[in-house]
């Protein structure tokens, strides 16, 4: 089974003064199955790094995303479905948009999303997996 990182999970792996870099890298480690980032998820990567400063420009961000797209168990998965295939079933907010697309993503391709959001985790909890902190 595949493991599609949504964006904080990246985030945290990627930058190691993440206060939740440690607990996700002990995870990763741990795994042996291959992981899938999206175009979601790598935009969101870029997004943060850049927005918390973590890098000082655009290049680093980008270096930063190469590390996982080079991982010899990385798998892209092209966003190939419509909104009309998400389900929006416990969805009330707009950040919870986003959320349901990538569980949609993890099911049509059989995986997990793995993410560190306790609320994700519990509203798609068929393909959900919550890394604890």
């Known amino acids: ?3 599609l990182l949504d964006g904080n999970v990246l985030v945290a792996l990627g930058d190691a003064n993440h206060v939740h870099h440690d607990v996700t890298e002990r995870w990763f480690a741990g795994r042996k199955s291959a992981f899938a980032t999206c175009p979601i998820t790598q935009g969101t990567l ?3 790094l850049l927005l918390g400063r973590v890098v000082e420009n655009i290049s680093e961000a980008v ?5 996982f797209l ?11 479905l419509g909104y009309d295939a998400v389900r929006m079933h416990g969805v ?9 697309y990538l569980a949609a993503l993890a099911r ?3 995986g997990k999303l793995v993410t560190l959001d ?16």
């Open 46 to 48: 870029l997004r943060m």
């Open 118 to 133: 306790r609320g994700l985790a519990a509203l798609h909890r068929d393909v959900a997996e919550r890394i604890p902190v």
């Open 70 to 80: 080079k991982h010899p168990r990385h798998r892209f998965w092209p966003n190939d």
């Open 108 to 110: 049509k391709h059989e």
């Open 92 to 100: 009330i907010g707009h950040r919870q948009i986003t959320d349901a």
């Open 63 to 67: 270096h930063i995303l190469d590390g």
């Open 1 to 3: 089974m595949i493991d």
